[in-house]
């Protein structure tokens, strides 16, 4: 009889095809639930482990889940923070009756290279490696455009409903600075025209880019700032790790369950 | 010639303003008897009622602390705009709840806050220095104690200007029973009387029926919504981490809680709490004029 595919195993197997040494010293890539000798049935990778997440790997036949982001709103994923809320133990109880393994997985692919959120990202978004300075710079040197036409373009391309932009939608930018998630660079870089990432808090933090920009158009130099959200920006990464981990996972299927924008905005 | 009455003579004195009361001529006494904004920070201290911190980012930012003082801004971020419209309106002291230089260190250059670029002179830093030197600004940070007041003025300054006055719970402005409505038409509501662009954001079912509603103005974290959100139909909040209240909220959505949250930016959350600022340094410093300068929403969304 075949031995059945654990979780564990695949893990092991995540971990010998990176190419970069295991940091057991994480706390972020380690399991969240469920025990690594459950075997899978199939695989889903995610940005955002939320509990529709769950429930629409569970209906795709997936049990191991495998996240970027936290599974219990906080980013060590400490249970004593969130155990008090009764939606702590709705979401446990599902995860239990359907026999779910979360296994996170972000230290490491932001090490490994590439990193798949960048080469995600920047497919989304249509910037294509051509326009790339040098390979994993990140940066970005494309035609000409406006902010404004800039924006428009990738709220298209993701089908974004949430973007937010600071600066002149008239200013004339070509060179653009892509972060992921909250890994986002700051805007007061002379070489860069336009930072594109996830999300960064607005103020009181290491480079407060929002204000910087606003000061900017007030002097009339051309600066712009586009938060895509955490979720839109590090989503597209999560197929680029699907891929890489059926490579590897002949065994079952694999598959990105998207965790969606969560956020709408007011019609008015 | 103006002389200088009785009681004003009397409060100069004490204040010990007046180096050598008996030889001045009215006009100058009431130039010496000006405040300076050291002056203005101290009676501040004295009156927020609560116990100042040593590790603190309320300090001056910019410009001489013995500066003589005309008039005072508020401002919930003092922006190049800000600064501007200060001088507009003849305040030379910006009292501003978030940093002027972009990042909590609040250096006037540069400095390390430059990530990945060559060295050298930052145009903004360099134009912002300039235009405060130039219009004798002093810049002043006021935020971790304004926010330590009870009851909690940015709370009750959002509540306000939201028009829930009457329906703050009287032991926690933070708490709000308003007429039920639909969340559709309450962020709607919101983003009209806040006057904000793009920056608002909404995690929630739009048919929701939501009564009662809490503040979380500024920054937070999942504690925050956590211990609120038992209480609540809707959090209306300024910013948040993403992976922490957003998915908490989304998740709830999921569950089918009627729980919802309303983000409507760091900045725009603070503007009434600045307003709420510049009513009590009115009973402050009555000698001077205070204005309150809002921050438009930084952000916009693609047509």
Redesign the interface.
């Given at each position: 009889m075949r031995r059945a595919l654990t979780a564990g195993d695949i893990v092991s197997r995540i971990k010998a095809n990176l190419g970069i040494p295991w940091r057991d010293t994480t706390y972020r890539d380690t399991f969240k639930f469920g025990s690594a000798d459950t075997e899978v049935r199939g695989i889903a990778t995610t940005v955002?482990c939320?509990?529709?997440v769950v429930?629409r790997a569970a209906e795709a036949g997936c049990n191991l889940i495998v996240p970027h982001?936290?599974t219990y709103?906080?980013?060590r994923d400490d249970v004593t923070?969130?155990s008090?809320?009764p939606?702590y133990k709705?979401?446990v109880d599902f995860m239990t009756k359907n026999n779910i393994v979360v296994f996170r997985i972000h230290d490491h692919m932001h090490s490994q290279r590439p990193d798949f959120l960048y080469v995600g990202s920047a497919r989304a978004l249509g910037l294509d490696s051509k326009y790339e300075t040098a390979p994993q710079s990140h940066r970005f040197v494309i035609p000409e455009t406006t902010l404004?036409a800039l924006?428009?373009d990738?709220?298209k391309r993701l089908g974004a409903k949430?973007?937010?932009?600071?600066g002149n939608?008239n200013a004339k930018v070509s060179r653009i600075q892509l972060g992921v998630g909250?890994a986002t660079?700051?805007v007061?870089?002379?070489?860069?025209d336009v930072v594109v990432s996830?999300?960064l808090?607005?103020?009181?933090?290491?480079?407060?880019?929002?204000?910087?920009?606003?000061?900017?158009v007030?002097?009339g130099?051309n600066k712009g700032w586009i938060?895509l959200?955490?979720?839109v920006s590090e989503e597209e990464g999560m197929l680029e790790m699907a891929q890489w981990i059926k490579a590897f996972t002949p065994e079952v299927p694999v598959q990105l369950v998207r965790a969606g924008e969560?956020?709408?905005?007011?019609?008015? | 010639m103006n002389p200088i009455s009785r009681r004003e003579f009397v409060t100069l004195t004490a204040a010990g303003v007046l180096a050598a009361p008996g030889v001045f001529h009215s006009r100058s006494a009431y130039a010496q008897a000006s405040l300076t904004a050291q002056q203005i920070v101290d009676r501040i201290r004295q009156r927020a009622g609560v116990e100042w911190k040593t590790a603190t980012v309320d300090a001056f930012k910019a410009g001489d602390p013995a500066t003589a003082v005309k008039g005072i801004a508020t401002t919930a971020m003092a922006t190049m705009d800000v600064l501007k419209e200060a001088v507009k309106a003849g305040a030379n002291l910006v009292i501003t709840c978030e940093p002027t230089f972009y990042s909590r260190a609040d250096s006037p250059s540069p400095g390390g806050a430059r990530r990945g670029g060559p060295a050298g002179p930052d145009a903004v830093f360099t134009a912002k220095n300039e235009f405060i030197e130039r219009n004798g600004l002093v810049v002043w940070r006021f935020s971790d104690h304004w926010r330590l007041r009870t009851p909690d003025p940015l709370s009750v300054g959002l509540a306000d200007a939201l028009g829930w006055a009457r329906f703050k719970a009287a032991d926690d402005p933070r708490l709000i029973t308003a007429p039920v409505i639909a969340l559709d038409s309450l962020a709607s509501d919101i983003k009209q009387k806040l006057n904000i662009g793009g920056g608002i954001r909404i995690v929630g079912d739009p048919r929701s029926r939501i009564q009662k509603i809490g503040l979380l103005p500024g920054t937070t974290a999942i504690q925050a919504a956590l211990s609120l959100f038992p209480k609540v139909d809707a959090i209306v909040g300024g910013e948040v981490r993403e992976w922490e209240s957003v998915e908490l909220a989304r998740d709830k959505a999921t569950a089918g809680e009627n729980k919802s949250l309303i983000l409507i930016g760091r900045v725009v959350s603070e503007n009434p709490g600045m307003n709420a600022a510049a009513q009590w340094l009115k009973t402050v410093v009555p000698e001077l004029p205070t204005t309150w300068i809002p921050v438009t929403d930084p952000y916009w969304r693609p047509a």
């Open positions: 955002f939320s509990f529709d429930r982001e936290d709103w906080n980013d923070v969130v008090g809320d939606l709705t979401k404004g924006a428009a990738f709220q949430a973007i937010r932009v600071a939608p909250y660079p700051a007061n870089n002379p070489d860069v996830g999300e808090q607005e103020n009181d933090g290491g480079f407060d880019s929002p204000e910087y920009v606003l000061d900017a007030s002097l130099i938060m959200g955490h979720a969560p956020f709408w905005v007011p019609k008015i | -």
